[in-house]
C-alpha cells in the first residue's frame, strides 16, 4: 500500500541534543512538508521541498534543519537551538498541480523533552 | 495574507443529530479548500476538498461542503453524526501554486451516546 510513513511514534529529547525525525513516502510524489502542531494552534509548516535537493523555509523554521537527498526521504532535524520542542510533528507529500496538489500526512511523531 | 478561521473550539452533538463545522478564510482569489479529520494521536486524514466546479463537494464517512463565495466560507456539514465521528476537525486553504497550506486551529467534536 501507498502511504507516509514517520517515525519513531515518539522521540524524547535530553537538553543539548539534536534529534532526528524520519519521514518516507512511497506515492512517488515530488513535494514534501513538515508541520508542527500544538494544542489550540493548528498545523504551522516548519519546512517544505519541492524536488530533490532543495527545500525552503516555512514560517517556523528556527531551530530546525531538514534534508531532501531523495525523493522518498525527507528528514526533520530538531536541534538544541529549538527552546520549546515539545510538540506533534506531521509530515505531508503532495504532487503540486490542480487537483493533484493534496497534501497526504503521515501518522505524526511527537517529541518530548526529559 | 491568507487566513482561516474555525470559530467554533468546541462542538458537541448528540448521535444521530445533524452536524455543521464553520469555516471562513480570506483570500484574493478563489482558494483551493479542504477539510481534515483527525483522531487522538493519529495524522490527518483528508475529508474533501474543493478545487473549482460545483460548490457543493461530497467528501468520505457521509460529509459534504459547500462553498459560499459571497461568504469566504467552507463549512463541513453531516445529516446523522455517529459516535465514531468524535475527532478533531481542520479546514485549510491554499493560495493556488504556493505549496503552503494554512491551517484553521480546529474543531473538536464531541458525540454523546
Known amino acids: 500500500d501507498g502511504g507516509i510513513t514517520q517515525s519513531p511514534k515518539y522521540l524524547f529529547r535530553k537538553e543539548g541534543q539534536n534529534v532526528t525525525l524520519s519521514c518516507e513516502q512511497n506515492?512517488?510524489?515530488?513535494?514534501m512538508y513538515w508541520y508542527r502542531q500544538d494544542p489550540g494552534q493548528g498545523l504551522r509548516l516548519i519546512y517544505y521541498?519541492?524536488?530533490?535537493?532543495?527545500?525552503q523555509k516555512g514560517d517556523i523554521a528556527e531551530g530546525y534543519s531538514v534534508s531532501r537527498e531523495k525523493k522518498e526521504s525527507f528528514p526533520l532535524t530538531v536541534t538544541s537551538a529549538q527552546k520549546n520542542p515539545t510538540a506533534f510533528y506531521l509530515c505531508?507529500?503532495?504532487?503540486?498541480?490542480?487537483?493533484?496538489?493534496?497534501?497526504?500526512f503521515g501518522p505524526g511523531t511527537r517529541l518530548l523533552v526529559l | 495574507a491568507q487566513s482561516v478561521t474555525q470559530p467554533d473550539i468546541h462542538i458537541t452533538v448528540s448521535e444521530g443529530a445533524s452536524l455543521e463545522l464553520r469555516c471562513n478564510y480570506s483570500?484574493?482569489?478563489?482558494?483551493?479548500l479542504f477539510w481534515y479529520v483527525q483522531s487522538p494521536g493519529q495524522g490527518l486524514q483528508l475529508l474533501l476538498k474543493?478545487?473549482?466546479?460545483?460548490?457543493l463537494v461530497q467528501g468520505i464517512k457521509g460529509f459534504e461542503a459547500e462553498f459560499k463565495r459571497s461568504q469566504s466560507s467552507f463549512n463541513l456539514r453531516k445529516p446523522s453524526v455517529h459516535w465514531s465521528d468524535a475527532a478533531e476537525y481542520f479546514c485549510?486553504?491554499?493560495?493556488?501554486?504556493?505549496?503552503?497550506?494554512?491551517f484553521g486551529t480546529g474543531t473538536r467534536l464531541k458525540v454523546l451516546a
Open positions: 505531508a507529500s503532495s504532487t503540486p498541480g490542480t487537483e493533484k496538489e493534496t497534501q497526504y
Open positions: 506515492l512517488n510524489h515530488d513535494a
Open positions: 521541498s519541492q524536488i530533490v535537493n532543495d527545500f
Open positions: 483570500y484574493g482569489a478563489t482558494p483551493y
Open positions: 474543493y478545487f473549482s466546479g460545483d460548490t
Open positions: 485549510a486553504v491554499d493560495g493556488a501554486g504556493t505549496y503552503k497550506y494554512i
